[in-house]
């Protein structure tokens, strides 16, 4: 027989989560500053390359409310993603929706994915838990590959951007930009406003000792699953924003693959931090852009990126700045 | 000839023969996975690449060197091996004591290497590994045609499966190696070495995914990624039977395999998701899976 390890984990094994202590001023000096330089960046930097940034930042963010406060790792988040990109592609060219309603469809579509999702992978733990979310958004790509809404191979192109409220043309770069920056801002804001929240307090009880959280009254699976449902919505939005961003939308956002993108993302810029999982996503877009310029091959990269932070940096960027700084990020 | 229901019988059993192909492959790819978490307390995520690899060590074999299908099936597994002897001291023994979380994205990093690299190498056609002369041709059973290498490989991974299963259960290693799944200290105590055993472990494991491998390279095309869809679905197989039991790995496997074939001739459009949705309702009706203990 071969024995099933038990969970919940033993509290003295070191967790994935790092929290530093101490107050919170430097992450609100490091958020204003970061928000001016991201509103002059556009006339700096190609806007698209920005966006693209933005919408996967948030995808990461969206990804580490689970792993970073929950302590869940969740292998299916392209399907919340790519399933997104998908709705809000079809609502924007099909039904002619504006673009503000077909990203709101498009996270409130990932949230009832996830809802489903979630409710059957919380009934297994720690690394079932994974590969329950893994296995299940494979079940979300092959609708989405055989779907008759989807088409197929080609995926949905062409997808109009629209007037912004039916007043604000968002073919122009400018326009579109600056939404997608007021959406992650907002996406981030919501993020931090749950973490900070009484709920928020809860979910971190639950990631440091499951068993103990329960024992106080709490139903933790009610807790976790609102977290999942919560996270798989606000990755939705970004995976909306993409859609609209490039105007389409792919079986590439729903692929297992890309579930481990968003893992990477998180885990190289710092699990549980607010910044890294942002900072990861830009870093990863940017690694990729360069990667497309030259013969090497892309998946060896990542994939020894991922090997490295695994054995050697498990604070990720973010994390490790911070615990040297002994500040909270 | 007869017809059930509707469906010819040559289709029927052709499917279901395939069915128990692709369960022989989740049947040996989810009973490594099993030893390996029983042991390592990882998920091995590159096990759909080392079973890529094995396919690939045999076309190479074959392809620079003019070594046949019969050495390459001992040879395959045990360069597949010595890797996973690789990986084991120089990564994954590295992060044994951390969350088992890490495990799973240390080999997910590792597969992404193996085929990656392959990728790069090879590119995604697949290429053509001939049937070794001694299995070509087929059967004529009177309601279906049994081609000989579809029959061998049925029969040589239920060997092997019910080999690991005896080698695990029923002789002197393998109770050093249960004893050491559930109490390492106490093992190490009684003076077994048991990191070279955890190390044979892991490549012995990632040695049945190089056999499958081979087995497989004949049938479909030798590719860089037909690891990674199988993985996933050798996944859910796993969350479905629960990793308690060798027994219920193989069970499981074939059974689900079987199922897949029978959805393929009734409502094929469901063929990629039946696992999957099956695996969906076993989590509702019984969370720690059809073979589990506990949660």
Known sequence: ?329 | MMELIGIPPQALFGQLLLGLINGAFYALLSLGLAVIFGMLGVINFAHGALYMLGAFVAWLLFQELGVGYWPALILAPLVVAAFGVVLERTMLSRIAKMDPLYGLLLTFGIALVVEGLFRHLYGVSGQPYPVPDALQGGTNLGFMYLPTYRAWVVVASLAVCLGTWYAIERTKLGSYLRAATEKPQLVQAFGVNVPLLVTGTYAAAVALAGFAGVLAAPMYQVNPLMGSNLIIVVFAVVVIGGMGSILGAVITGFGLGLVEGLTKVFYPEAANIVIFVIMAIVLLVKPAGLFGRTT
């Open chain 1, 1 to 329: 027989m071969v024995a099933q390890h038990t969970d919940p984990m033993p509290a003295k094994r070191p967790t994935m989560a790092v929290a530093p202590g101490n107050p919170e001023r430097p992450l609100m000096i490091l958020a204003a500053v970061a928000l001016v330089g991201l509103i002059i960046a556009p006339f700096v930097v190609y806007p698209v390359f920005l966006m693209k940034a933005l919408c996967f930042a948030l995808f990461a963010c969206a990804f580490n409310l689970l792993i970073g406060y929950v302590g869940l790792l969740s292998f299916g988040h392209a399907a919340f993603f790519g399933g997104a990109a998908y709705v809000t592609a079809h609502a924007a060219k099909v039904w002619g929706l504006t673009p503000e309603l077909a990203i709101l469809l498009g996270g409130l579509s990932a949230g009832v994915i996830g809802a489903a999702i979630g409710a059957l992978a919380i009934r297994r733990q720690g690394i079932y838990f994974a590969m329950t979310t893994l296995a299940l958004s494979q079940m979300v790509f092959f609708v989405c590959l055989q779907a008759p809404f989807t088409g197929g191979e080609d995926g949905i192109q062409g997808v109009p951007r629209g007037s912004l409220f039916g007043l604000i043309d968002l073919n122009n770069p400018y326009a579109m930009y600056f939404t997608v920056l007021a959406i992650f801002a907002g996406g981030v804001w919501f993020i931090y406003r749950i973490v900070h929240s009484p709920f928020g307090q809860v979910l971190k009880a639950i990631r440091e000792n499951e068993a103990r959280a329960t024992s106080l009254g709490y139903d933790t699976a009610k807790y976790k699953l609102m977290a999942f449902v919560l996270s798989a919505t606000l990755a939705g939005i970004a995976g909306g924003t993409k859609a609209l961003v490039f105007q389409l939308a792919t079986l590439t956002d729903v692929q297992w693959q890309m579930s481990g993108e968003v893992v990477l993302m998180t885990l190289l810029g710092g699990i549980g931090t607010m910044v890294g999982p942002a900072v990861g996503g830009v870093i990863v877009v940017m690694l990729q852009n360069y990667l497309a310029t030259t013969t090497l091959p892309a998946t060896v990269v990542i994939g020894l990126v991922f090997v490295a932070c695994v054995l050697l940096f498990r604070r990720g960027i973010v994390g490790e700045l911070a615990h040297r700084l002994k500040i909270r990020l």
